[in-house]
């Protein structure tokens, strides 16, 4: 098998040095890291508000179906406890709601539009690639023509090359320091961009559980008439829970 230094349509020079190469591969590769980081957050906040959204709902509708059971008929005081219960799940409904409303806001959109510019970032680099295929392609041909024999025809073709690759060099050298030049400053701008959104997302949270705080202790104060501790009332049920297995229709054959 005969040896080729050089492969079919590679040039003998190196056209892009190999620390200007890495530095390329290296800063790219950060940037595509950080597409993919920005579209799984996006993807899980958009999760975590609808889970949200979904567990206060539930709430509402739980505490309705709970007055509707007819123990609420039979009992005041089971119903005036449902009703303070039902009250405060379409607070916490209507507190969550415009909770997510702000993180939408504040943290969604941005987030898919900063993820939005990837896809031109991207191209950028196609372009650069091409470019970069290009120049390879017609210093190669220029090499070609340099290493036949100088007869008129040929230096007519190798001036006509020389003149084809100048442009096409240009054109990658500017594309090439353009990327090298504006993508760490687009990875470096990452922080002033997303700082804000974070620190609405955490102002939202703190107001929501604030106002949570708040509800709670109001409920809790109108339904735990008893005062009893946990321990206390799970002894109360299971003692009443003792009393209907003792039952005739429920005990075991």
Not at 71 to 98: P, V
Not at 135 to 158: A, D, F, H, N, W
């Amino acid at each position: 098998m005969s040896w080729m230094p050089f492969k079919i349509g590679q040039p003998r020079k190196q056209i892009v040095s190999k620390t200007v190469e890495r530095d390329f591969e290296r800063e790219y590769e950060k940037l595509q890291k950080l597409e993919e980081q920005t579209k799984k957050l996006h993807k899980d906040m958009k999760k975590s508000t609808e889970a949200d959204l979904a567990m206060s709902k539930a709430g509402v509708k739980i505490s309705g179906d709970l007055l509707g059971n007819p123990l609420c008929e039979q009992d005041q005081a089971f119903l005036e406890s449902m009703n303070a219960l039902d009250t405060a799940m379409k607070r916490m409904d209507a507190f969550n709601q415009e909770k997510v409303n702000q993180i939408q806001k504040t943290v969604i959109d941005p987030l898919k539009k900063y993820s939005s510019v990837f896809p031109s970032l991207n191209m950028a680099v196609k372009r650069r690639e091409q470019a970069l295929q290009d120049y390879k392609r017609l210093q190669s041909k220029v090499e070609k023509y340099e290493e036949k024999e100088k007869t008129g025809p040929i230096m007519v073709k190798l001036h006509q090359a020389r003149e084809e690759l100048k442009p096409v060099r240009e054109d990658f050298e500017a594309k090439n320091k353009q990327l090298l030049d504006e993508m760490p400053k687009f990875y470096n701008s990452r922080i002033d961009y997303f700082q804000p959104s974070f620190e609405a997302l955490i102002r939202a949270q703190v107001a929501y559980f604030t106002e949570m705080h708040k509800i709670f202790t109001e409920l809790t104060d109108q339904i735990d008439q008893g005062g009893l501790t946990d321990d206390q009332r799970k002894l109360e049920n299971e003692a009443k829970l003792n009393e209907l297995r003792a039952l005739s229709i429920v005990a075991d054959d």
